[in-house]
């Protein structure tokens, strides 16, 4: 995949600043004080109202993953849209059918 | 206090939509699936990527009123952070001066 | 289309806060002191701003239908560029591209 | 005023790409297909969902004096707070404050 | 391409305000006190924090031919990464994809 | 002053990932293949674009200290004006007031 195949090429540059950014984003979403769960939906509505697709993406199957419910990520998604405005709408939309099919791989 | 005042002014103007939307505000954060304390700070996160102060202190406020500790606030401002980048960082010592005054309020 | 399928699997989740927001960015745009044709062109210059191309295209359908000349179209694309700088210049092309489909359309 | 002391200041640097910009700045808002009033209702709105209170500012006053009606004003915020979301409500605040302020002045 | 063929269209529509916008954003890549390698960086980083596909894919053609090794334009991306944040990351992969293929082209 | 006051109190805190992105913030802009100058330059353009004034006048003292010219810091404004647009313009004329303190004091 894109992702990985250029994450790899990135990092392979041995650019310092880049290569720990890249370990520190990890971390941020490691559990602590709060459950790698919570820390997953606050990754989700703060790519949501920044509107990045990929971002989105990355923490939806990250939530399917973490066991969050489907009201738990709409009511997250609420937020988001109340926060953002309308035009998070087109972010929200491929957000949904991102997760009903990673909700569907879960099974 | 500027904020109640023209939030008063605002809404006796009847504007169908802004007064809606006022409302609708305020329910997103009411409790659901997910907590209260969940949500103010999913509301925390999306201020600050976003870097506005004013909806930032308002959400510092909620989340030492609903019991939010300490590390749970750094954890998703560190979260806000990374997301964000070092843009965020003014906001992030004037989130931190905030939290700082709430949590002595509390007690 | 993906638009129509995805709000209505959205709107069928009866996500209070999410359904309420849908309605009322509807009523946002209706007439009143301002016309529907003047809201719209609100619509097309913050979706320009703001950069999403969604939103734009969405715009630049509903000026078309409310019988917006070319000139008008591009004065007020003239306001997003000088607004919003050459970061807007894209989803300029793409705009105009969609607008001369829409004004073929229209006959 | 600062704004006027700070612009002579900058144009005295003789900065061809800034000059021309500012210069192009004022005629964009120049009446053409599109009224003087409705091109600074589309600056107010641009200026409200990038969040910009100088810019909001000037385009309240300027609103003002092309004699845009209250409620028109109010109808173009209720479409930037829909587009730009709930970020925008502390920028709404001090805009009605500045609208009050300069519907005053005209009498 | 796309974009030659939309900005003739563009520039054929004889919009004063766009016209010399286009002419101006040419002029402020010149060479002057700073070299044009160096007002081409800062293209890049501006349009990395901004998250602007297109107009990093421009800068990234632009630095190759002006003869930017990889180590600079790492850095310069590094920085783009630091100020604007994890939401950054996506289009820095597509970035380096696009410095390796114009590195490629310049052999 | 309140920002050094902030940092020891944040640092204080030990939370790892905001500690560890405030030092990777400062290796950012260490020289390597681009100059410290550069860095910086590059810097204020992100800052400028972004709109962050706090940001903008670091930056601006920083270019001071390095012995960026007059003319050097007015041609990456320029850009960062054309890159964002008018929205930039009160932030241009706060960094135009700072830079010209700025070098007043390295005499």
Known sequence: MFRERMNTRILGE???VIN???NLDGRAYEGGSLS???KELLGLVASLV???DDCITYHIVRCAEEGVSRDEVFETMSI?????????IPHLRRAVDRWDEAEKLRG
């Open 14 to 16: 041995n650019n310092l």
């Open 20 to 22: 720990r950014f890249f």
């Open 36 to 38: 790698v769960k919570t």
């Open 50 to 52: 920044l509107r990045c």
């Open 80 to 88: 988001g849209l109340i926060v953002g405005g309308s035009i998070v």
